[in-house]
């Protein structure tokens, strides 16, 4: 069998295939029809909230982790106003949300050696925000 004759039983072969997949693959099919009206077969995986009133809702406090009883929830991060815009100090220096004077100022200084000069002032107000709330 020369190369010839290998070609062209390959494109033979490959029509074939083509040809095959294409009647093999029914025509258009329709798509599923969904009815909304139909039962759920399945229990929910969540139940459903009960609704509450607003005369209930003084009668029913919302209800706390056992952990938290009695402490009052503090919030980590710092919001300062900028340009017109409200920012998360801590999320402009790179640093989780409560994290220590030490880590802030290591992080702030740098920042700042990697910045140009018009970012300078935006870092410095964000590290006084957060030197301010400590």
């Given at each position: 069998?020369n190369s010839q004759d290998f070609l062209t039983l390959n494109l033979v072969g490959a029509g074939a295939f083509i040809f ?61 106003n900028y340009n017109g815009h409200s920012w998360d100090a801590y999320e402009v220096l790179g640093v989780p949300a409560g ?36």
């Amino acid at each position: 069998m020369n190369s010839q004759d290998f070609l062209t039983l390959n494109l033979v072969g490959a029509g074939a295939f083509i040809f095959w997949y294409l009647l093999s693959r029914g025509g258009s099919r329709r798509p599923t029809k969904l009815n909304m009206n139909a039962q759920d077969s399945v229990p929910p995986l969540v139940e459903a909230e009960k609704s509450v009133t607003p005369a209930q809702a003084q009668t029913y406090p919302r209800q706390r982790h056992p952990d938290l009883q009695g402490r009052a929830t503090k919030n980590l991060n710092v919001m300062f106003n900028y340009n017109g815009h409200s920012w998360d100090a801590y999320e402009v220096l790179g640093v989780p949300a409560g994290a220590s004077i030490p880590i802030v100022t290591e992080a702030y200084q740098t920042a700042l050696r990697k910045s140009d000069k018009e970012s300078m002032e935006f870092l410095e107000t964000a590290y006084k925000a957060i030197l301010h709330k400590k």
